[in-house]
């Protein structure tokens, strides 16, 4: 029996886990269309977990990182590259901040 299945709810488990990590976890597919996210989201952004799925990872970056930046990210991941970096992000009352982002592809549902 696997691991997982033996904690009982996998969903439930992963929503603990990631309420406990004091970092923001977002996950996207390729596609940058936000998957997950922790409730980190919520003190950063201004934005709960559930206001962020659904929508596009661009909604986090200035308008500026739309035509370069953003789009080189999706095109790292879909090569399977990673970047590190400090970026410029944007909070939903449109004030800015320099974070630092760790960027890594995982899966790769289409292969």
Do not use: W
């Amino acid at each position: 029996m696997d691991i997982l299945q033996e904690c009982g709810n996998v969903p439930k488990l992963l929503d603990t886990i990631l309420s406990c990590v004091q970092h923001i976890i977002i996950v996207t597919d390729y596609d940058g269309n936000i998957l997950l996210a922790n409730p980190v989201v919520e003190h950063v952004f201004g934005v709960t977990p559930d206001e962020l799925i659904g929508n596009k990872l661009s909604v986090i970056f200035t308008p500026e990182d739309l035509n370069h930046l953003y789009p080189n990210l999706l095109h790292m991941a879909q090569k399977n590259k990673p970047f590190e970096g400090e970026v410029t992000h944007m909070r939903k009352d449109k004030t800015r901040f320099f974070a630092f982002m760790v960027f890594r592809p995982l899966l790769d549902p289409r292969q």
